[in-house]
T-cell receptor, first 115, second 109 residues
Framework: EAEVAQSPRYKITEKSQAVAFWCDPI?????LYWYRQILGQGPELLVQ????????DSQLPKDRFSAERLKGVDSTLKIQPAELGDSAMYLC???FGSGRNSPLHFGNGTRLTVT | TQLLEQSPQFLSIQEGENLTVYCNSS?????LQWYRQEPGEGPVLLVT?????EVKKLKRLTFQFGDARKDSSLHITAAQPGDTGLYLC?????????FGQGTELSVKP
């Protein structure tokens, strides 16, 4: 079964440094999501793309976070500068559509630790 | 304030016991999904319920959507150690998928 690919799997960085995460969704999935998940809690949506366009970034801390999906396929999420509170799992997900009948397929995430 | 409240947050039981996890909200959702997440991995979809009052069964797991489409429950019969994980409910509202905070289940042999 096709999977959502994410890299790196783990990232340790010092505060004030820049970090970037990459996601390659399932082929043909137009909708791509970036979620942040603090240990033991549910994922929180950071940004949602429909093809190359951002459809929801209301919860993205835009002073330090940016996301792009230039060709409507893979996507990059960047944090600059990283803060201690950014330590979390960053999950990418994709779906064929964006309605209730389009389940999300998640990657295995990038575990970020900011020291 | 969580839009979707899950209870209990933590559950530790012995193999063979039954359990129920609840997902409650004051809002109406067009559908509700249940995911299971193992440590170090992403959530995996278990089921989607769409119609108020709907009941779906997946082997030993039974999912129910409330009549008013504001709440849902997951019942596991004869739990096994392989059921251990974080169970997440997620509701679709206004085109967005909103997650509850999860129920951490531990099944001891």
């Amino acid at each position: 079964e096709a999977e959502v690919a994410q890299s790196p799997r783990y990232k340790i960085t010092e505060k004030s440094q820049a970090v970037a995460f990459w996601c390659d969704p399932i082929s043909g999935h137009a909708t791509l999501y970036w979620y942040r998940q603090i240990l033991g809690q549910g994922p929180e949506l950071l940004v949602q793309f429909q093809d190359e366009s951002v459809v929801d970034d209301s919860q993205l801390p835009k002073d330090r976070f940016s996301a792009e999906r230039l060709k409507g396929v893979d996507s990059t999420l960047k944090i600059q500068p990283a803060e201690l509170g950014d330590s979390a799992m960053y999950l990418c997900a994709s779906s064929f559509g964006s309605g209730r009948n389009s389940p999300l397929h998640f990657g295995n995430g990038t575990r970020l630790t900011v020291t | 304030t969580q839009l979707l409240e899950q209870s209990p947050q933590f559950l530790s039981i012995q193999e063979g016991e039954n359990l129920t996890v609840y997902c409650n909200s004051s809002s109406v959702f067009s559908s509700l999904q249940w995911y299971r997440q193992e440590p170090g991995e992403g959530p995996v979809l278990l089921v989607t319920v769409v119609t108020g009052g709907e009941v779906k069964k997946l082997k030993r797991l039974t999912f129910q959507f409330g009549d008013a489409r504001k709440d849902s429950s997951l019942h596991i019969t004869a739990a096994q150690p392989g059921d251990t994980g974080l169970y997440l409910c997620a509701g679709v509202k206004g085109g967005k998928l909103i997650f509850g905070q999860g129920t951490e289940l531990s099944v001891k042999p």
